[in-house]
């Protein structure tokens, strides 16, 4: 057994040491999981329903026509990629879906003597492994659309989303940036759709391109298949790609491109540009395509087109996207690299490109990881109990390593449990006018909801200076400031009421930017100043001088397991045992004490390990603990707080923003003669630790270089 298919590794364990596998002892399937109701599932559909959503899983194409008729606002799955972030992250409701991706005739792979057919719900995974085994047994001349697809799914996402992410769609998504499209477009694929009133056939262009994520398809039509034509010997066809990262992530710019010469001459005869991330939709360079027909494939061709192409698709300052000018580059070089190489393809010896461009037409290769390491040996002679230079191994590394470390979610859930989700502000700087908790309240499961006027006891909360409301009352001061708890009988019927709770504002002017703070005075405290020196007379006298501005931006902690705990009402005299993924288990029982009125001997807080904090769980873990433990309070029954990655973004903070303006004085020589530096943090709507972060950065700032004036 290998740990890696189709990679020389070394084997784990040896397969003869192990007892033969003997069918007769599988376990069974559990019988309540079979489907007994005949009446609803067909021999060519299986239905599941539930009070909110309906799902068909159709077994042929007929059925899954006629679900589309009868419900045509339904959506379609196959990965669920992208329909599983909409629900998950965007809080869309969908009460009909129908997963065609078990249909046969949706899966097919065909090779025809012109292209391949390749069906919609084919996985991404599966058409690159049909490509591939394409490429090895055709014409080399005729897969050059193919090497590039293959290329690109290379790019595309990661290994576990191909398996599952279809080409079909990838293709009726219709993202500005799909890797595919520009692709399909560029190669003039086409597109089999299908309804009850018969089939039709689609070209990839920009008329099936609608709008941002539109496309030529009624309600009721499906895409069934796509065919995508193998080349000639005078086509040549490349894909390019710029992403932020090199492996698993979406584009900023990608482009498909194709080019067909005369038979004997290198006169354009056909050519199409078409390029994601420059638009609403995916784009073909009509204009420059117009230029370049009847051109001769040289320079002075590429120089002139470059201009309409840069004519064409430039982008605006303020454009949806951003780095307008940094996409509209990648245009131009995607367009540069594509001259290149068909340049190489049809005149290897004639190069009339400066050496210096060489490089453009090298693909990029990613090497296997390697990585080692390095640790000291210590002397036999060592004390076995002295633990100083030894490589020890954390005490719950193993716990960790094979998922027996329990972390606070691992915890069972306890008799008559409830969790909490959390209401939280849309606003940066509002007065609160009214909540109403009504259509919250109606969803089944719903136990009850916390506010302010539940806390028993006070309501403020704060590390160095007590200033932040636990449940906001009659106004927010920042985006994700809670205001109101939710509390249901499982975590998906608390998010789903959380957002039925309506906040009506009053919105007032807000403070964004450190900026927007210095020019109105908005400072936490009054300025600390450090100095050593004269500092100004020495920065006058200084040979050189230098002044400017820096801007760090603030970090995320993204720590593995987000904010979290649970907290158990003991009965006896308000009593509040709290269990917590917390830095500072002390301030947790002072914040849990005070939220709710009670000496913090009665109060029990612990946390056995956290996964993860960097400094992101010493005071905000104490704040979610008091939130949970006034719920409990209120509710008599253990409450359960998890939030979510968006949610543990949204509302917990992140390290500072900071800006810093400096001045520094210096020698001809180079020598630092005097520095000054003006440090600005940005807290946020309240105090936290933000006074003893900037006294950190202040007394910290000069770091390895030594002036006597600062």
Excluded at 324 to 346: A, C, H, P, W
Excluded at 507 to 520: F, R, S
Excluded at 529 to 554: C, F, N, P, Q, W
Excluded at 572 to 584: P, R
Aim: glycine letters at 6%; charged letters at 25%; one cysteine or more.
């Amino acid at each position: 057994m290998r740990c890696v298919q189709w990679v020389n590794s070394t084997p784990l364990f040896r397969t003869q040491d192990w007892i033969p596998y003997d069918p007769t002892q599988d376990v069974i399937f559990p019988p309540d999981l079979l489907i007994k109701d005949n009446k609803t599932q067909g021999k060519d559909c299986v239905v599941f329903r539930s009070d909110r959503v309906k799902w068909f899983q159709p077994l042929t194409m007929d059925r899954l026509l006629y679900l589309k008729r009868t419900y045509p606002k339904a959506k379609m799955i196959m990965g669920n990629t992208e329909i599983g972030i909409e629900v998950k992250f965007k809080d869309q409701y969908y009460p009909v879906f129908i997963n065609a991706k078990h249909i046969h005739q949706l899966n097919g792979l065909e090779v025809s003597d012109t292209g391949v057919h390749i069906g919609a719900a084919v996985t991404l995974s599966r058409l690159s492994f049909f490509l591939t085994k394409q490429i090895k047994e055709q014409e080399g001349y005729k897969t050059k659309i193919l090497k590039a697809i293959t290329e690109m799914l290379g790019w595309f996402a990661g290994i576990q989303i191909r398996n599952v992410a279809t080409i079909g769609g990838n293709i009726v998504t219709a993202s500005p940036i799909s890797d595919l499209n520009p692709l399909l477009m560029a190669a003039q694929a086409t597109l089999d759709i299908a309804s009850v009133d018969g089939i039709r056939t689609v070209k990839v262009d920009d008329s099936f391109f609608k709008g941002y994520r539109q496309i030529d398809l009624d309600f009721k039509e499906v895409l069934t298949s796509i065919y995508i034509p193998f080349t000639q010997k005078n086509e040549h066809f490349y894909g390019f790609k710029q992403a932020q990262r090199k492996e698993d992530d979406i584009s900023i710019v990608n482009a498909g491109m194709f080019v067909k010469f005369g038979e004997e001459n290198n006169i354009v005869d056909d050519v199409r540009l078409a390029f994601g991330g420059m638009a609403a939709t995916t784009v073909l360079a009509m204009n420059t395509m117009k230029d370049l027909i009847g051109s001769i494939w040289d320079q002075y061709t590429m120089d002139r087109s470059m201009k309409t192409l840069l004519e064409e698709l430039a982008l605006p300052p303020g454009a949806p996207g951003g780095m307008e000018q940094y996409r509209t580059s990648l245009v131009l070089g995607f367009f540069v690299k594509f001259f290149m190489k068909v340049n190489n393809d049809i005149n290897a010896d004639v190069q009339p490109f400066p050496s210096s461009w060489s490089s453009a037409m090298n693909d990029l290769t990613i090497k296997p990881f390697k990585s080692t390491q390095l640790y000291q040996m210590v002397s036999d002679a060592q004390n076995p109990n002295d633990p100083i230079g030894r490589p020890e191994m954390a005490m719950a590394a193993l716990q960790q390593s094979t998922g027996e470390a329990a972390y606070v979610d691992d915890l069972p859930a306890l008799e008559g449990e409830l969790f909490l989700s959390l209401v939280f502000s849309s606003k940066p700087h509002a007065d609160i006018k009214s909540l109403n908790l009504d259509d919250a309240l109606s969803v089944n499961g719903v136990f009850d909801i916390v506010v302010a006027s539940d806390v028993p006891g006070e309501n403020k909360f704060g590390t160095i200076v007590v200033d932040e409301e636990l449940y906001a009352d009659k106004k927010v001061e920042c985006v994700g400031q809670v205001i109101a708890g939710v509390l249901a009988k499982d975590v998906n019927i608390a998010q789903r009421a959380a957002r039925l709770v309506k906040v009506d504002y009053e919105e007032k002017e807000p403070i964004l930017t450190v900026e927007d703070a210095i020019n109105k005075g908005s400072f936490l405290t009054k300025p600390v100043t450090y100095a050593v020196g004269d500092t100004e007379t020495a920065l006058r006298e200084s040979d050189h001088m230098l002044e400017g501005e820096m801007k760090i931006g603030g970090q995320e902690h993204f720590y593995m397991e987000t904010q979290c705990c649970i907290a158990i009402p003991k009965g006896e005299f308000g009593e509040m045992e709290v269990i917590s993924s917390t830095q500072d288990v002390a301030h947790t029982q002072f914040a849990v004490a005070s939220a709710l009125g009670i000496p913090s001997n009665r109060v029990v807080a612990r946390c056995k390990r956290m996964g993860g904090a960097f400094g992101g769980k010493e005071s905000r873990a104490c704040f979610y603990a008091a939130l949970a433990a006034v719920a409990a309070s209120k509710s008599k029954r253990p409450v359960r707080l998890v939030l979510d990655r968006s949610e543990d973004m949204l509302s917990s903070g992140t390290r500072h923003p900071f800006l810093a303006k400096y001045r520094i004085g210096f020698t001809k020589e180079g020598k630092i003669e005097a520095a000054e530096v003006h440090y600005y943090a940005n807290g946020g709507h309240s105090f936290d630790f933000t006074p003893a972060v900037v006294n950190v950065a202040c007394k910290n700032a000069d770091n390895a270089y030594k002036t006597t004036k600062f």
